[in-house]
């Protein structure tokens, strides 16, 4: 690679970090970190809606559990409809500013990997902590956007194979409950906010949500 390329695959992954812990304005790379810093909100257990007598109710109150995850922005940032990613909780364009590309690894001259390795990548300062990292590392393609559209919309979404990735039900609980990529969610580096509870807490009340109808929240 020559010189110049690796400035700025160098620069990219420097101007990265500071996007993801900047807010709405430019700043320095001494900018805040993620909202809520790198505390773990919890999520509720399944068991705490069983007292819901209407099935329906109950499907849909656990859904919106789990829509704590789901529409977490650490999450919704990787579903665009227009191949930029987004960063920050403020779900910032992407900086440097980079595409998806065809298949979501990025561009064939700047590629997702020219900057994310195979897990997170610390660096050396109090200010730029780490660059995001994991081996699936990649976008959502745009059939499957979630960005902008509320909780509603992204379940139904999730319940149609033409616009979940062609899964199943059980699939899809198997890509929430054990999937790397997703579980990036809750170790997203340090200064980042993670989604809340943990993975096995979100495929549960996954699991409970497909056992009583699957029933989605209004859009």
């Excluded at 499907?59 to 977490?72: D, Q, T």
């Excluded at 990548?121 to 509320?150: C, D, F, H, Y």
């Amino acid at each position: 690679m020559r010189p110049t390329r690796i400035a700025v695959f160098l620069l990219g992954a420097a101007l990265t970090l500071a996007g993801c812990r900047s807010s709405a304005t430019p700043q320095t790379p001494a900018a805040a970190p993620d909202a809520g810093g790198s505390e773990r909100p919890g999520l509720q257990p399944v068991s705490a809606f069983d007292g819901i007598s209407d099935r329906t109710a109950r499907s849909v109150a656990l859904f919106v559990e789990a829509g704590r995850v789901i529409a977490h922005p650490r999450c919704v940032n990787c579903h665009p409809a227009d191949g930029v990613p987004r960063q920050g909780m403020e779900q910032r364009l992407h900086v440097p500013k980079v595409q998806g590309g065809a298949d979501g690894h990025g561009t064939a001259g700047l590629p997702c990997t020219g900057c994310h390795q195979q897990a997170n990548t610390q660096l050396v300062g109090a200010t730029l902590r780490s660059i995001p990292g994991n081996p699936k590392w990649a976008l959502a393609p745009a059939e499957m956007a979630w960005v902008g559209k509320s909780l509603g919309e992204i379940c139904e979404q999730l319940k149609d194979p033409k616009r979940n990735g062609g899964k199943s039900l059980e699939q899809l609980h198997h890509h929430m409950a054990e999937d790397v990529l997703v579980g990036w969610g809750w170790d997203p580096g340090p200064g980042l906010q993670p989604v809340p509870g943990t993975q096995a807490q979100l495929g549960a009340l996954i699991r409970a949500w497909m056992d009583t109808g699957a029933a989605c929240p209004r859009p």
